[in-house]
Structure formats: C-alpha cells, structure tokens
C-alpha cells in the first residue's frame, strides 16, 4: 500500500489550477442514466471515486468514453442491469445515487445498502422515503434496497427531507425528472453541486427550478436529451490548499475557482489574520508575520461552514496562537485525525462533538494514519508544518478524493514524495 513521506519545511508559494469537484462529478455521471442519448460532461476530477463510478456505469451497461482532457461521453441507451453490487458500493457510498436514476427510468433498482462508515452510521432513510413517497415500492432483501414500481411511473411528490441531505436531495431531483406531475423538495440541500446537477438536468430537458433554495420543484417531463456541461470548480480542494498556504506562513493563487462557493472558510481565514484577495475564478491568500489567530468553528449545510474542511481547520487551530472550540454537527464520530494530531503534538480535548483545541508552536513528525478522505488531508498537511518527517500510511482515503495532492504540494515547494508500500515494507524488514 503506497505512503506518503512529508517533511516539515518552509512556507507553500505559488499558483495551482483546482480540478473539478468530485462531490459534483459524482451525481452528474450518474445522471446519464436517466437518457439514452449522449451525455459530455468534462472538467472531470482523476480520482478513485470516479473510477469506481465508471466500473459502476460500466456493470449496468452505460458506454463510456474518456478523452485525454478528462471530458467523460456517456451512452446509456443499452443499460442491462439495475443491479448495484456490495464490492462497489461499500468503497463509495454515493453509488446510492442510482436509486432514483434507475427507477425512474427502468421502474426497478436493486442497490447495495452502504454498510458501515468511518465517519457514522450514515444512513440512507431518506433517500428510500423520498422514493416511496414517489409511488415506489421498497423493501430490504439480502442487504439490498429493492425498489419497484410495478410498472408504473413514478408520481411526483410533496417531500419534507427531516434532515438535510446533499446526496438525499440530488437522487430524489433525478427520480422527479422523470416522474409523472410536480414534485417539491422542502427543506432540500443547497450545496453547489446540487445547483451543478440541477443546471445539468435542465440542459437535459428537465424542469427544475428552486435550485440553491431550500425548496426545489421539479416538473416532470418525458424524457431528457443529451447535453454537454462542465463539473464546477471543487470548493474543498480549493479550501484545502489555502488551509496548507496559510498554516505554512505562504502565500498562494488558486486559479479555476468560484470564490462564492467558499465564502464561510474565506471568512475563517480572514478571522485567523490571512490577506484575502479574489476575482471571478481566482483566490490570492497570504499570510501575517504573527502566527495565525485561533477561530471558532461550527459545520453545519451549506451555505453555511462545511463539515468536509472541519479536520483542516482543526490542524489550522492546532498551531495557531490561542484556544479555540470545533463544533462538528453534521456527521457523528468525525474526528479520528484528532489522535493522529494528537500523536504529533497537538493539544486537543474531546467531548462528544466538540473540539477545543489550544495552538502550539510546532508539531512532530510521527508515523500516522489516514481514516478518511478529509482526515488524510488534514494529516498530510499536518507533516508540511511539523518538524521531521512525517509518514501517512492508508493513503487510499486520499486518492479517492484528491487529484493528484502531492504533485500539486509540490509545485508549491513542499517535501512531499509517494513511496510504493512494498519498499517501505522491504526497508523496515
Ligand atoms: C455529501 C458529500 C460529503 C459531505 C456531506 C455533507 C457527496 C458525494 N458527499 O455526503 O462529502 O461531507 O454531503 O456535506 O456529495 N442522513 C440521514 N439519512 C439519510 C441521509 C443522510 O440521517 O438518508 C444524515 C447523515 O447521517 C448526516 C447528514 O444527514 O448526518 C448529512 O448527510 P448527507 O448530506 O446525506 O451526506 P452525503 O450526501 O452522504
């Protein structure tokens, strides 16, 4: 299993281009399950997660081609299977994205339930509810959702999502499209990447409006068309590398990025003493003399702070010059890079969902390990600050999330080189 090899150094400058956003590219390739004509989506991330999207398109029968500037062709006019297997959908839990898709077009899907999940229980009622709610009938067999329509449509509906859900509310406006009548999301999620998918469907003939607002209503049509559309900038990886910038005392551009998307962790590094600048698609941070100021920190929906830069910020306030308290409210049990933090010399409390976390002057380098995807960017960034050399094993989590992190580290001046797991293995022998 490959590591990553950080050492701790001077501070991060220059420029990088943010890839497209994972979390967007996810539900727009899914989405070409609701057409048989083509579907051109480009601006495509290189990640794991979008390689097992494409083994997962691939086994139900959607045709798929790539060029070499990542624009993805779809052709599902020749879907085969509705079935989506445990071995996919226990790496990626957002393969629970066919649900609505399939059985909006074909009338049955049969897909995997997720299982267990590093950072909580992470259940999927409300993505079954919507679908019921729909018309379709849902049972659980051997681990699998079954969702049938027994041949009919499937009804629009009036849906209230008692929890707001990103992936909940873009597989229930997939299944809407295609459904018979209205259907309105009350109390939907207003993530970019809903908006992104929202803005696809009605290229494809859809009739959604209400994207971004709490309320989405979706008029169903026949059928949609092909499209061409191009996946948003990703807000996390763009935030992930201010976050390195600034704990690094740098200074850094990001080009390919749209400032609103990110406007709570903007504030937050404004709050911790950073230099902000922007123009449409490009961010310039740079750093004080003084070491950053501490920033208090709750997660909740977008638009508000996101639980996806929680553990960077956590790293942020763990060197920065006072105490500050991380109030984690959207998953349960996300804070495994707190012990590997703690392993390299930070100095944080936990209590059930909160952090408080007293800066210090520098971390250590240590041996660590990554949980999860955004753990394991917190963990790498962690080794550029701390003295010595840092290894992050399971570096897995980071693939599936990060297009090509320690390539773009490095263009920013970091030590930070893979290393093939079997020599690692072969050295300590
Ligand atoms: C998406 C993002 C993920 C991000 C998360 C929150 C993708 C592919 N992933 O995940 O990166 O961290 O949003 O911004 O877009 N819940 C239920 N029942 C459900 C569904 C969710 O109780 O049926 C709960 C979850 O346990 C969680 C909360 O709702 O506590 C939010 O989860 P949700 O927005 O659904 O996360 P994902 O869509 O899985």
Redesign the pocket.
Known sequence: MDKLIATGGGPLKGRIRISGA??AA??LMIASLLTDDTLRISNIPHLHDITTTMELLGQLGVRLQVDEKLAIETDASGVGSVRAPYDLVKTM??S??VLGPLTARFGRAEVSLPGGCA???????????GLKSMGAEIRIENGYIIADTGGSKLRGARIFM???????T?NIMMAATLAEGVTTIENA?R?P?VVDLADCLNAMGANISGAGSDEIMIEGVERLHGADHRVIPDR?EAGTFLVAAAISGGEIRINDVIPRHLEAVLDKLREAGCGLKSGEDWIELTTPESRLRSVNIRTA??PAF???MQAQFVLLNSVADSTATVVET???NRYMHVHELQRMGANIELDGNTAVIKGVKSLYAAPVMATD??ASACLVLAGLVARGETTIDRIYHIDRGYHCIEEKLAQLGASIRRVPGYYLERRSA
Do not use: C, Q, W
């Not at 008692?162 to 909940?168: E, L, P, Q, R, Y």
């Open positions: 994972k979390n996810l539900p839990r957002a629970i994205l950072i909580g229980s992470r259940p999927v009622n409300l993505h079954i509810k008692d929890m707001i859900s990103v992936t909940g873009e999620a993530e990447e996390v929906p977008y996101p639980t996806d959207v998953f349960e995807l955004r």
